[in-house]
């Protein structure tokens, strides 16, 4: 494989521009080796900010996440916050993960805000992101950064980006960190020289604060007094998670809290996993492990960072279930609601926010109980981004994706599984109470409220061809779209590129009141839903589908989700076709 011009022209300047001897050689070594494709994939591109900011493999590369790329991007971080906020002095947070690199990196990250004149809050070790987030609101910061690739693969690290409300960079200030980014054509234009006077360490105060807001989030906290001997298993799967949510389960009331102790180790190469991701099965069995041993009510485990948790609730037969996000949603959601409602403290302006993707139950659910439920784009930012328009406005209550991503309370601006631990730990208790496993109140929700069941199915297209790949398959989707699901006639689309929905029976099209990205959503007669996007985070494309029906008893609860689970099947096969 030759290399292409513009990529030559990349690996020459960083041979030949002022980069580090150790970076230099490096590269080199991959030139002498011809290694073409790997130095394609690291200088094909520069990285950019995507649903969840900057994020990529570690290595040599403008394609890469390296002493360079994460300066440049607090360079040009730096460059705009001084420009947005002039004449004011300017403070961020700072904080990461275990991934491996993540402590070196984040001095980088310090050195170069330091060094442009710019108060920084370093954590004294790592910590999770919603603590993050916390702790720029808590501090009146003009920003923050997070050091962590969530869930990716060990060779993986990346960089989110907050603003001063604690979530993260949206429109228009994303796109304008990127512009300046992308003017600093020369290393040479960062200031690594850290003035140490600017940086200060954070430590246990900025825990207190965070843990006293996550017990304030709690809905029936006395029923933990009567159960607090209750097992409850926990992994942070070796991340950051490892002290704040056994702190948050004890805060609670919870003291029979059994930790899996071989991912306690904060460790980068995520040792006991393929993926450190809650998602998948794999990354569970150590906690299902322990949860049998111990006979534990529910096991919980979060990924690295701290901001996602996964589930796993006993089945009436003894074993134990892993729960997606849709379904962990649909409890928690359920939980903290019906809360509220049986307490009498709904007012009428109380709301829920969604993603698009995320399990259609929940706008049902709200509708019955005369909650406002509203939906957003993909991405936790969406969601932090509304909480703050509607900040005095109206009362937050609960948010959440279908990628195990959940808050309750209005303490952060981005998803966080300290407090979805706390909470999901408080609802099994209350459920207890009522004699029911959690397991037996999903079947009881959805006997309520209808039977929703949704499947993700994703394919991995890595590098520039990939890049292609996933362009190419949307690209095809909006030419020769489908008109049948299943046998259900589609009657609505929504193409969130172009912002606009259209009714397929009359031929109505409005405007979507979203941002503009690059998500496709077939919606047929009988509110079946099959969507498509590109991953803004990995290089991966996403196809969610959605079905539901009424269920007419719980007896029969298993055998309705197999059939929907077929029907899921058919769907995806003539949707997805030979696509992936």
């Known amino acids: 494989m030759k290399l292409e011009p513009g990529v030559k022209r990349k690996i020459d ?98 050195d170069v805000f330091s060094a442009n004149g710019i108060e920084v809050f370093f954590f004294d070790a790592l910590r999770p992101t919603p603590e993050l987030s916390f702790a720029i609101r808590h501090l009146n910061c003009q920003s923050g950064v997070m050091l962590t690739a969530s869930h990716n693969p060990r060779e993986y690290s990346g960089y989110k980006a907050y603003w001063s ?55 029936f906290p006395e029923v933990v007094k009567k159960y607090s001997d209750m097992p409850i298993v926990f992994s942070p799967i070796h991340g950051a998670s490892v002290d704040m949510v056994p702190a ?56 690295p960072d701290g901001d996602r948790v996964g589930i796993a609730v006993k089945h009436p037969s003894g074993k134990y279930v892993l729960l997606n996000g849709n379904q962990t949603a649909t409890l928690v959601f359920h939980y903290v609601m019906n809360g509220w409602k049986s307490q009498g403290k709904l007012s009428g302006n ?38 703050t328009k509607l900040e005095g406005k109206e009362q937050f209550l609960v948010g959440g994706e279908e990628s195990y991503g959940y808050l309750i309370g209005d303490h952060v601006r981005d998803k966080d599984a300290v407090v979805s631990c706390a909470i999901i730990a408080e609802m099994a208790a209350w459920y207890r109470d009522s004699g029911k496993t959690l397991y037996e109140a999903l079947v009881d929700i959805h006997g309520e409220f209808g039977l929703y069941r949704e499947k993700l199915i994703s394919f991995t297209k890595k590098g520039k061809e990939g890049a292609a790949e996933i362009s190419a398959m949307m690209e095809s989707l909006r030419k020769n779209p489908p008109s049948m699901l299943d046998g259900e006639k589609i009657t609505l689309t929504r193409d969130y590129l172009s912002g606009m929905e259209r009714n397929l029976l009359t031929g109505e099209e409005q405007k979507l009141d979203f941002p503009q990205s690059n998500v496709l959503q077939f919606v047929t007669e009988k509110e079946t839903v099959a969507s498509a996007r590109p991953s803004g985070t990995e290089p991966k494309i996403k196809f969610y589908i959605s079905t539901n029906r009424n269920l007419d008893s719980s007896d029969t609860y298993e055998h309705h989700c197999r ?9 995806k096969d003539e949707f997805i076709g030979e696509k992936g």
């Open 248 to 303: 948050a389960l004890g805060n609670l009331g919870f003291s029979n809290v059994h930790l899996v102790e071989e991912q306690c180790t904060t460790d980068g190469n995520f040792p006991t996993v393929v993926y450190p991701n809650p998602e998948e099965e794999e990354a569970m069995t150590l906690s299902i492990k322990k949860a049998k041993e111990v006979g534990a009510e529910l096991a919980m485990a979060c990924d």
């Open 350 to 387: 109380e709301y829920i926010i969604k993603t698009i993707v995320t399990t259609f139950l929940l706008d049902k659910m709200a509708e019955k109980m005369g909650i406002k439920c509203y939906n957003t784009l993909t991405g936790f930012k969406w969601i932090g981004s509304l909480m």
């Open 13 to 110: 300047e960083w041979l030949s521009g002022p980069y580090d001897r150790e970076t230099k050689n490096t590269l080199q070594s991959m030139v002498d080796a011809g290694e073409h494709d790997k130095l394609t994939d690291a200088f094909y591109r520069d990285l950019e900010f995507g649903t969840g900011g900057l994020r990529g493999i570690m290595g040599v590369g403008t394609n890469r996440i390296n002493k360079y790329t994460l300066g440049a991007a607090t360079q040009g971080l730096s460059n705009y916050l001084k420009g947005h906020f002039k004449n004011k002095k300017i403070r961020v947070a700072l904080a990461h993960d275990n991934r491996n690199n993540a402590r070196k990196f984040a001095n980088i990250v310090a």
């Open 563 to 571: 059939e929907l689970d077929q029907k899921i099947d058919r769907i």
């Open 165 to 219: 409300d604690g979530g993260q960079v949206i429109p228009p200030h994303d796109k304008n960190i990127i512009s300046e980014v992308k003017a600093i054509k020369d290393p040479g234009a960062i200031q690594f020289e850290r003035q140490k006077d600017l940086v200060k360490v954070m430590g246990a105060e900025m825990d207190v604060a965070f843990l006293r807001k996550v017990r304030e989030a709690a809905v």
